[in-house]
């Protein structure tokens, strides 16, 4: 069963009630098919979100794709480039409190990811209990999955470096992310996709992890967040920045990558995202970053 009406967003229920959320690139500007974490999709995702609350009761939670191209590329970053540091603040706290919508369900939770999985498209990811992933093809380019903004002189903005030590090693998270270092498909780390199988089963497969697990929610709940450093995994994360903070690059990217993990270990999940926020707006403006944005934006 599908409920689209005039709503922005596909939303499908089965009829074991598991719903799947499809994000779609923005109609105003469809970008070559590429979905793109812009202001428009961060309010067509709350919408959504409206919808399925008003489902009452779900057995599960599945966050896919329609680009043929990637789950998503990222944020805009031509959009948050244009604002000022107030309203850039209150755009990343806007997303977080969208975010939070899908770590708060009360049900198991997954991310079907296709393809392409960068930056805010895999914080996005990672707000679910597991992804589940698309083998590629021989034939195929490998997609990357990652956060690539240490290599803009930025930081992630909506709990990355919270999330990713959770998931992988947590050093290898640490390093990848103070560099902006993504993955190929077919090098992922353990632990960071849950599954990988051919992409026409990647709905299929998203559904039946979520009946076999049907209490996976739980440990998210009692938590308040996804999966992120908490006080169980601060020794195991603590060692890892200090195995790799020696190798760091020498930027200012890299030293708010730490900073935000050593909050998150010494403050936990809100005061981490909070430190996020406030050291991507701050950093947007220095030299570094801004050769590498407007060159980017040159390019786009």
């Known amino acids: ?40 999709l961060l309010d067509a995702i709350d919408e959504a979100m409206d919808r399925i609350a008003g489902f009452g009761e779900i057995k599960g939670f599945i966050l896919a794709s329609d680009s043929e191209r990637v789950f998503v590329a990222g944020a805009d970053l031509a959009e948050i480039d244009a604002l000022d540091d ?14 939070q919508r899908i770590a708060d369900l009360p049900c198991p939770t997954v991310a079907a990811v296709n393809g392409a999985c960068l930056g805010g498209g895999l ?26 903004e240490a290599g803009l002189g930025l930081c992630p903005g909506w709990g990355g470096t919270q999330m990713l030590p959770a998931r992988i090693d947590p050093a290898t998270a640490i390093a ?19 599954v990988s199988v051919p992409r026409r089963d990647l709905l299929d ?36 920045l200090e195995s790799a903070t020696p190798d760091l690059p020498d930027t200012e ?17 809100s005061e981490a995202i909070s430190t996020e926020r406030r050291l991507l707006t701050g950093l947007r403006h220095t030299d570094a970053a801004r050769e590498r944005l407007e060159a980017f934006l040159a390019r786009a």
């Open 1 to 40: 069963m599908t409920d689209q009406d005039s709503h922005a967003l596909p939303v499908e229920r089965s009829t074991d009630d598991i719903v799947t959320l499809h994000l779609t690139p923005n109609p105003a500007r469809p970008r070559g098919g590429v979905v793109v974490l812009d202001s428009w």
């Open 86 to 99: 107030d309203a850039l603040l209150a755009y990343l706290a806007r997303g977080a409190a969208v975010y």
């Open 123 to 148: 914080e996005i990811a990672m707000h679910c209990d597991v992804l589940v992933s698309a083998v590629v093809s021989p034939d195929d380019k490998p997609w990357r999955i990652g956060l690539p």
């Open 176 to 194: 990848a992310t103070a560099s902006g270092t993504t993955f190929k498909a077919t090098e992922i780390p353990d632990g960071l996709v849950e």
């Open 205 to 240: 497969a998203s559904a039946e992890w979520i009946r076999e697990h049907p209490n996976a929610h739980v440990d998210r709940l009692e938590r308040g967040s996804p999966a992120a450093i908490e006080p169980r995994s601060s020794a195991s994360i603590s060692s890892g």
């Open 253 to 269: 990217a890299a030293k708010a990558v730490t900073e935000c993990v050593s909050t998150g270990l010494e403050k936990g999940w």
